[in-house]
């Protein structure tokens, strides 16, 4: 398959920065206000992405744990009969939930974790 013809689903902006700087601060409120869908592909996401050793990454994760469970139990084709991971099935084509088709609204393929300065920068940002 050509790059230009390969799977694309896009995720909402505040996805993507919940994402980016899920190692910064607290995002317990704006993780409820995603979309349940959204909710399993951050989880998802950030256990293959995020260090989950730094302690807000855990903390933000620690209530999502059911979701990880789930997913890793669908990876060990442990039954599962959840509607928002075969939901996730179908988006990925792949029962291990590869999330590398998703790209912002603009396009572009998912940022990677916000280093140091980036988290600053973000920080400052919302202090204006």
Same mark, same amino acid.
Request: avoid cysteine; hydrophobic fraction near 35%.
């Given at each position: 398959? !050509?790059?230009?013809?390969?799977?694309? *689903?896009?995720?909402? +902006?505040?996805?993507?920065?919940? %994402?980016?700087?899920?190692?910064?601060?607290?995002?317990?409120?704006?993780?409820?206000?995603?979309?349940? @869908?959204?909710? *399993?592909?951050?989880?998802?996401?950030?256990?293959?992405?995020?260090?989950?050793?730094?302690?807000?990454?855990?903390?933000?994760? *620690?209530?999502?744990?059911?979701?990880?469970?789930?997913? %890793?139990?669908?990876? !060990? +084709?442990?039954?599962?009969? $959840?509607?928002?991971?075969?939901? @996730?099935?179908?988006?990925?084509? +792949?029962?291990?939930?590869? @999330?590398?088709?998703?790209? +912002?609204?603009?396009? $572009? !393929?998912?940022?990677?974790?916000?280093?140091?300065?980036?988290?600053?920068?973000?920080?400052?940002? @919302?202090?204006?």
């Amino acid at each position: 398959m !050509e790059e230009s013809e390969k799977k694309k *689903y896009t995720v909402t +902006d505040e996805f993507v920065e919940v %994402y980016k700087y899920l190692n910064a601060v607290s995002m317990t409120e704006r993780i409820n206000q995603l979309s349940e @869908l959204e909710r *399993y592909m951050l989880v998802a996401l950030s256990l293959d992405n995020h260090d989950i050793r730094n302690p807000i990454v855990k903390d933000n994760l *620690y209530p999502l744990r059911d979701i990880g469970q789930a997913l %890793y139990d669908t990876m !060990e +084709d442990i039954e599962n009969d $959840n509607p928002t991971i075969k939901k @996730l099935i179908e988006i990925t084509d +792949d029962k291990y939930i590869n @999330l590398n088709i998703l790209i +912002d609204s603009s396009g $572009n !393929e998912m940022p990677e974790p916000a280093n140091q300065s980036e988290i600053r920068d973000w920080r400052l940002k @919302l202090l204006d």
